[in-house]
């Protein structure tokens, strides 16, 4: 926890939650259609993902990129993030919880995928730090509620 308990100003306090959302915001879409691997410039260079309930735990940003980088290139994802809530608890630290859905095939080439129900459904609870005028996720905590397996498109899908 910081030890600088100076109080924010509310203009302040706006802008810390900005940033942090739109750190939320951003993780998902260089996952879905940027580069997954650059995912892990938006983390401390200590950073930290993980998923208890599949004991996976990534520390460090080129183990991080690393991670994400190695998601299958013919995959297609689509993450929805919403009730985002994010907590300044000091002028360098903030927490947040966010719920989201994850729609996701692998085995995609081009063209539309016909709908279906989502791969994952949960939350994440991050903790951001601020280090030279910059927030970044410490951590990233994934919690799931329902999960499948991702699909394998046939050679018809999504062609």
């Known amino acids: 926890m910081d030890t600088d308990n100076r109080a924010l100003?509310?203009?302040?306090?706006?802008l810390a939650e900005r940033a942090c959302e739109r750190l939320i915001v951003e993780f998902v879409r260089r996952l879905d259609l940027g580069d997954p691997g650059s995912v892990a410039d938006l983390f401390t260079s200590d950073g930290v993902w993980e998923w208890p309930y599949g004991e996976r735990r990534v520390q460090g940003r080129d183990a991080l990129r690393d991670?994400?980088?190695?998601?299958?290139a013919?995959?297609?994802s689509r993450r929805m993030c919403t009730n985002i809530l994010v907590t300044v608890t000091s002028p360098t630290?903030?927490?947040?919880?966010?719920?989201?859905?994850?729609?996701?095939?692998?085995?995609?080439?081009?063209?539309?995928?016909?709908?279906?129900?989502p791969a994952q459904v949960g939350h994440y609870e991050d903790t951001f730090r601020?280090?030279?005028?910059?927030?970044l996720l410490a951590t990233r905590t994934l919690f799931l509620s329902f999960a499948g397996p991702t699909e394998q498109l046939g050679n018809h899908e999504g062609a």
């Open 93 to 117: 630290t903030a927490t947040a919880t966010t719920y989201f859905s994850t729609y996701r095939v692998d085995g995609y080439q081009e063209g539309l995928v016909p709908p279906r129900p």
């Open 67 to 72: 991670y994400f980088g190695s998601r299958p």
């Open 130 to 135: 601020k280090a030279d005028d910059a927030w």
């Open 74 to 76: 013919d995959r297609l």
């Open 9 to 14: 100003d509310p203009m302040e306090r706006l």
